[in-house]
């Protein structure tokens, strides 16, 4: 498959189309020529193209009218207009149709070139942006948040208060809480609801892969950098960027977002122009951050830009009385295109007594698994996992010491490693969560293995 670009190149001339057109095909185009607005129309139907170089002076339907159609069927199809000295007030109206520019006849093959490059860039950005807003449409499409207690009920009165302003919000909580969630109600109840809500994992990416999402870089900034590409921060200008994990940052990627949290100005990677950005930040993280100033990982200066407004969730084991909401909430969800089950008195009581060390998450994916794996319409403890069947026995071993939940949590944890004989990833599946969820817990814990 050919990656060179597609170019129609219109001209009722045929001597110099036919030029122009073997010139193009020399310096590396796919060239298809037409002599009429129609045939150039026609193509555009059937196939994708990148650029259409057109004279504004055609029979029948004459360059503007091109120039309108090509943008009704695809608005990143860029238009380069070639027009005489007579013509150039043409040449302007077309510019301001959505023409990329105009070149005069004859016209340079040199300059032409040039020219298709950065017409084929510009449509390469439009092209990403368009993908990266559907994306953020799509990703937009969340639930609300379930449950009545009064832990999550001071949630929902926050998130309201602080929607409202522009302000930097810092959501903390442990993992599987819910924290992307409520960056989304927060953004969703905002000024900003119709522009994105960019959602970024600071842990997953790489430094030098995260500054490039973040910030964008140009063509040939770094190996492998053949096209520039637009930064999430630009593709969320005029909403909001959720950056989940903050604390997972290295302290060279953080000076570089302070100065985006300070004047939000922000340079693509490769790129010595100053772009402005009017985007809200929304943070998470896990960690504690005042605690990572002080051991040197986190800079304190950010810590503060950061830490306008606070919001801490709660975890799933200080509001138990939303688990039979919850359930009720995911078994429904699970069981769209099916019957819908349901949990036995003895199941759910089981599960109230389950600690969920992985949360809201946790508890997400062991409906899914009971709703996959159970064949009976009423689900019985003997089809919950193993770590939730046998929690009430194993925690009655811990429930005589006096301590608080972290405590016996940190006990359970420690029991469960002993069990699998310190393989950490043995006991994350006991413990129905995540081998990074365990890690995480290990840490809170000041577990060292």
């Known amino acids: 498959m050919s990656k060179k670009p597609n170019i129609i190149f219109t001209d009722d001339e045929d001597t ?43 029979p029948v339907m004459d360059g503007i009218e091109i120039i309108k159609r090509v943008k009704a069927l695809d608005p990143t199809t860029e238009v380069i207009i070639l027009t005489g000295q007579g013509t150039i ?5 077309a510019i301001k149709l959505g023409a990329y520019d105009y070149v005069t006849k004859p016209c340079r093959l040199a300059e032409l070139h040039i020219l298709l490059q950065k017409a084929l860039e510009k449509r390469q950005l439009n092209k990403e942006n368009v993908h990266l807003k559907r994306l953020v449409k799509d990703a937009q499409k969340t639930p609300t948040l379930i449950g009545e207690s009064a832990a999550i009920t001071a949630v929902h009165k926050m998130i309201e208060k602080v929607a409202a302003s522009d302000a930097i919000v810092l959501i903390q909580g442990e993992s599987g809480t819910g924290k992307e969630l409520v960056a989304q109600a927060i953004h969703q109840r ?62 060279n990627t953080q000076a570089k977002l302070l100065r985006v949290v300070q004047s939000g100005e922000i340079r693509r990677v490769g790129d010595n122009r ?17 605690t ?5 990982r986190f800079r304190e200066d950010l810590y503060f830009r950061l830490n306008v407004i606070t919001l801490s969730l709660p975890a799933l084991r200080d509001r138990m009385e939303d688990i039979p909401a919850l359930i009720d909430y995911f078994v429904t969800s699970f069981c769209q295109n099916k019957q819908k089950k349901t949990l036995l008195p003895e199941t759910m009581a089981m599960m109230m007594k389950y600690s969920w060390p992985g949360n809201v998450r946790e508890l997400r994916n062991t409906i899914e698994r009971l709703i996959v794996l159970t064949e009976s319409e009423n689900i019985s403890t003997e089809d919950l996992p193993e770590n939730i069947r046998n929690s009430s026995s194993k925690f009655n071993m811990v429930e005589g010491a006096d301590g608080t939940l972290s405590e016996i949590e940190k006990k359970h944890i420690l029991k469960v490693l002993q069990e699998r004989k310190w393989n950490k990833t043995l006991a994350a599946e006991a413990l129905g969560i995540s081998l990074k969820t365990l890690y995480n817990k290990l840490k809170i814990y000041h577990i060292d293995l």
Do not use: W
């Open 16 to 58: 110099f189309r036919n030029i122009m057109a073997k010139e193009l095909s020399r310096m590396g185009y796919n060239v298809v020529s037409c002599a009429s607005g129609a045939d150039t129309l026609k193509n555009i139907q059937e196939r994708d193209f990148d650029i259409v170089i057109l004279d504004i002076n055609m």
């Open 274 to 290: 100053i772009i402005t950005v009017d985007t809200r930040i929304i943070a998470a993280t896990n960690k504690n951050l005042a």
């Open 89 to 93: 007030e043409n040449a302007v109206q």
């Open 292 to 296: 990572e100033v002080k051991n040197g």
């Open 190 to 251: 905002s000024a900003r609801v119709n522009k994105p809500c960019v959602v970024v994992n600071c842990a997953t990416l790489q430094e030098a892969i995260l500054e490039s999402e973040l910030f964008g870089h140009v063509k040939g900034a770094f190996t492998g950098a053949a096209e520039s590409r637009v930064g999430l921060f630009e593709v969320a200008d005029g909403g909001s960027i959720f950056l989940d994990e903050i604390g997972e940052l290295t302290i």
